[in-house]
């Protein structure tokens, strides 16, 4: 109760209640510090901090396997999905050559787990680059590989790199030789 009392006389203020109520305002103040500063960190990270694709990759070798035969990588952008030592993989015909990959005349075949690098969700092959652009929020000119768990896209041309969303390091590359007119997987990428 404030005010005079009954008596007439005024109670005693109670300082630990204003010091208390004075330092009241600055807990919204700090909250929004501490988000906008959490909000800086993650742009600055998600957008200069991606890990860029090893230019001399390094492979665990395993047994060859057959990925698929040339002929079905004659088309721009062709793919086919393979499982390798237990990996879920996918081969996908490229424009120009990558380490890791196979060439043979035009044609350049690489190949990419399928196991996103933010949170191991399967990633799928999408030829539309609108689709990518809507769904995806990134604006690209080339298919793309994409996670639809948390929305990170990688560029299959540009050896597997993230892109766009959460995932900050590259896809892991599938080694891949010629050998009798077939595809084969040899290795898999050793984390840098």
Do not use: K
């Not at 990959?101 to 539309?128: K, L, W, Y």
């Not at 080339?142 to 948390?150: D, G, I, N, Q």
């Amino acid at each position: 109760m404030t005010g005079p009392q009954p008596d007439g006389e005024t109670p005693p203020v109670d300082e630990g209640r204003r010091r208390f109520i004075s330092w009241l305002w600055r807990v919204p103040v700090l909250a929004a510090l501490g988000g906008g500063a959490w909000a800086g960190w993650r742009f600055y990270s998600v957008h200069y901090q991606r890990q860029p694709a090893n230019p001399e990759p390094s492979f665990q070798t395993h047994a060859p396997q057959v990925v698929g035969s040339v002929a079905e990588f004659a088309e721009p952008w062709a793919t086919v999905e393979f499982t390798y030592e237990h990996l879920p993989a996918i081969a996908v015909r490229v424009p120009e050559a990558i380490p890791g990959g196979v060439s043979s005349g035009d044609m350049n075949v690489v190949a990419f787990s399928r196991i996103c690098t933010h949170q191991g969700c399967p990633v799928e092959f999408s030829r539309d680059p609108e689709a990518v652009a809507f769904a995806f929020n990134y604006r690209t000119e080339t298919p793309s590989l994409v996670c639809h768990c948390h929305l990170s896209v990688f560029a299959p041309d540009r050896a597997g790199i993230a892109v766009s969303g959460p995932a900050m390091d590259p896809l892991p590359r599938v080694r891949l030789e010629l050998a009798d007119g077939e595809v084969l997987a040899t290795g898999v990428e050793r984390a840098a």
